[in-house]
C-alpha cells in the first residue's frame, strides 16, 4: 500500500490480535508508533488485549502510560481493556484500583469479578457481586455464570442457591452456558437432584452439559446412573467427545467395573474414532489398581503410546498403599520422586506406605530426602459453609473462633464413637510414636474439625457439608459412617477424589474409593 493510515494499521494489528499472533501484534504496534501513526483508541483496546493474553505486564503498563499521556484514557472501553490487562498479568491490586475510580459500565463489573476469579480470589468475588446488587446495578448472564463458578470453586450452596433464586425471580433464560454451570455448581456441592432439575429444565442442551451431568453423578458415586445417562446421551444423538468418555471411565473407576470400563476405552476408540489421551489412561490405571490388578495396570502404563503423567503413577502408587504393595510401591514411589522431586503428595504416600508396614528407617529415609529438597507436605483443609459464611479449617487447627464450642463437640463425637466400637486407624499417621499420640493426631483432622463445627452450627435436616483438598482418610471415613448414624445427621464430604454421602451409618461410596 502506497499510503496507510490509523484503520490500516489497526486492522492489521486486530488481524494477528485475533489469529493468536500476540507478539506479531505487538511489534506492528510499536512499528506504528515509530512510524508516527496517530493512535485511536481501538488499537489500544486491541494492543491491551495482545498484553493480557501473553500475560506482559510491562508492555501493558507501558500502553497504559501511552493512555495517559494522550488523555483519552476517559473512555470507558479503554479502562475495560486496561483492568482487563491487569487482571490476566495478576496485578490484582491495580486493577481494583482502577475500577474502583473509573466510569463503570455492566462490562467493567463482569471484568473484575471475573479477575478475582482467575487471581483465586473467590470471596473478593462474591463480595463485589454483593455490591453491585446494592447499587442496583443489575448483572447480566455473563455474571451469573460467574459467580455460581465462584460458588462451585467454594462450594458455597447456599449463596449459588440464592443465585438460582435470583434466575428463577429475574426469569433470565436458562441458556447452554448458564444452565450447564449451574449443573456443574450443584454436582461440585453434591447435589444431585437439583442438578437434575436444571438439567431437565434446559430446552438446549450441548455435550458440556452431558459431560457434566455424567462427570457429576460419577463423582457423586451414582456411578450406574452416569452410564446410563451417557447411553441416554447416544440415544439423543450427541455425539461425546474426550472429556465425556473421562466422565464415564471414571463412573467405572468409582463403582469397580473392570469389565465395563475396559468396554468403554475399546468403544470410544472403535466406534467414536477418539484416541485415549493421558486422562483416559490415567482413569484405567486408577480402575485397574483399585481392584487389586497392579500388574496390569503397571503394564498398561509401560504401553501407553503417550508418555505418562505423574498422576497416572501416582493413581498406581495410590493402589499400591491399598493393597500393601510394597515391592511395586517402593518401585513406583521412587521413580515418581525422581521425576517430580518436589511433590509432596508422592512423598507422602511412600512413607505411608512404609509406615503401614512399620518401616521406620524407610520411612525417615523419605522423610530426610524430602527436608534436603525442602518439599512441604501440604496440610490437610476442609471448607465448610454455614449461615451464609465460608469456615476454613487446617489439621490441627486452634485458631477458629468457637474453638471452645468446637473442642466440646470433639469430646463428645469421641465418647460417642467409643460407645459405637470405634477405634482409630492409626496405620497412616507416618511417625513412630506412641499410640495414644496418634489417635490424638487422627482426631483433629480437618475434616473432624469441620464436622463438629457442622455439628454446631447447622441444623437439622440440612446436610453438613465439607469440601477437602486432600483425599480423606480411612479413620476419617469410617468415623463420618458412625457420626451420621448416632447424630442423625447426614455428612458430606468432597474430597480431591469424588464425594463421600455418609448417612445412618453407610456411605455413598460402599467403601470403595
Aim: hydrophobic residues 40%; proline residues 3%; glycine residues 8%.
Amino acid at each position: 500500500m502506497p499510503e496507510r493510515d490509523v484503520v490500516s494499521w489497526t486492522a492489521m494489528i486486530s488481524c494477528y490480535e485475533q489469529s493468536e499472533m500476540f507478539r506479531e501484534s505487538l511489534e506492528l504496534f510499536y512499528l506504528m508508533r515509530i512510524r508516527g501513526v496517530r493512535i485511536d483508541e481501538v488499537a489500544l483496546v486491541t494492543v491491551l488485549s495482545s498484553c493480557a493474553s501473553l500475560q506482559a505486564t510491562k508492555n501493558g503498563e507501558s500502553v497504559h502510560g501511552l493512555i495517559i499521556r494522550t488523555g483519552i484514557q476517559s473512555y470507558v472501553i479503554l479502562q475495560n481493556s486496561l483492568i482487563h490487562m491487569y487482571c490476566s498479568c495478576s496485578e490484582i491490586t491495580t486493577a481494583q484500583m482502577l475500577f474502583d475510580s473509573c466510569d463503570k459500565d455492566q462490562i467493567s463489573w463482569n471484568i473484575m469479578i471475573s479477575g478475582y476469579l482467575k487471581c483465586g480470589f473467590v470471596d473478593k468475588a462474591l463480595s463485589l457481586f454483593q455490591e453491585m446488587q446494592t447499587l442496583g446495578v443489575k448483572p447480566d448472564e455473563t455474571t451469573l455464570v460467574s459467580i455460581v463458578s465462584a460458588c462451585t470453586n467454594l462450594s458455597a450452596l447456599e449463596q449459588g442457591k440464592w443465585v438460582h433464586a435470583y434466575i428463577r425471580k429475574h426469569s433470565y433464560q436458562l441458556n447452554v452456558f448458564l444452565g450447564t454451570t449451574m449443573v456443574d455448581m450443584y454436582m461440585k456441592c453434591g447435589c444431585r437432584e437439583s442438578a437434575m432439575l436444571v438439567f431437565d429444565e434446559m430446552e438446549e442442551k450441548s455435550v458440556s452439559t452431558w459431560n457434566a451431568m455424567i462427570l457429576g453423578l460419577a463423582m457423586n458415586g451414582f456411578f450406574k446412573e452416569a452410564l446410563k445417562k451417557f447411553a441416554e446421551m447416544e440415544r439423543h444423538g450427541v455425539l461425546p467427545n474426550e472429556v465425556t468418555f473421562v466422565g464415564v471411565l471414571g463412573a467405572c473407576r468409582h463403582g469397580g467395573l473392570v469389565d465395563e470400563g475396559r468396554e468403554y476405552f475399546d468403544l470410544m476408540k472403535r466406534m467414536y474414532n477418539l484416541e485415549p489421551n493421558v486422562k483416559h489412561y490415567g482413569c484405567m490405571v486408577d480402575l485397574l489398581g483399585r481392584a487389586g490388578l497392579l500388574g496390569e495396570a503397571e503394564k498398561l502404563i509401560d504401553d501407553m503410546p503417550v508418555a505418562p503423567d505423574p498422576s497416572t503413577w501416582g493413581a498406581l502408587l495410590g493402589a499400591c498403599k491399598k493393597h500393601g504393595d510394597t515391592e511395586i510401591g517402593e518401585r513406583v514411589g521412587r521413580k515418581l520422586i525422581e521425576f517430580e522431586p518436589k511433590h509432596d503428595g508422592f512423598h507422602v504416600l511412600l512413607s505411608n506406605i512404609y509406615a503401614s508396614k512399620g518401616k521406620w528407617d524407610d520411612l525417615m529415609e523419605v522423610r530426610s530426602d524430602m527436608k534436603q529438597r525442602r518439599v512441604v507436605k501440604m496440610p490437610g483443609c476442609s471448607i465448610i459453609e454455614a449461615r451464609g459464611a465460608v469456615h476454613e479449617f487446617l489439621s490441627g487447627d486452634s485458631s477458629h473462633p468457637k474453638m471452645e464450642e468446637i473442642e466440646d463437640m470433639l469430646n463428645e463425637m469421641a465418647r460417642r464413637l467409643k460407645i459405637e466400637g470405634y477405634e482409630a486407624k492409626t496405620t497412616e499417621v507416618a511417625f513412630d510414636i506412641e499410640m495414644e499420640e496418634k489417635e490424638s493426631s487422627v482426631y483433629r483432622h480437618s475434616e473432624k474439625l469441620a464436622i463438629a463445627f457442622g455439628l454446631i452450627n447447622i441444623d437439622p435436616p440440612v446436610p453438613v457439608r465439607i469440601m477437602k483438598n486432600l483425599r480423606i482418610c480411612g479413620d476419617c471415613h469410617d468415623a463420618a459412617k458412625i457420626l451420621s448414624k448416632v447424630f442423625g445427621r447426614e455428612i458430606v464430604v468432597r474430597d480431591r477424589q469424588r464425594f463421600h454421602h455418609f448417612k445412618q451409618g453407610v456411605c455413598s461410596c460402599a467403601d470403595y474409593w
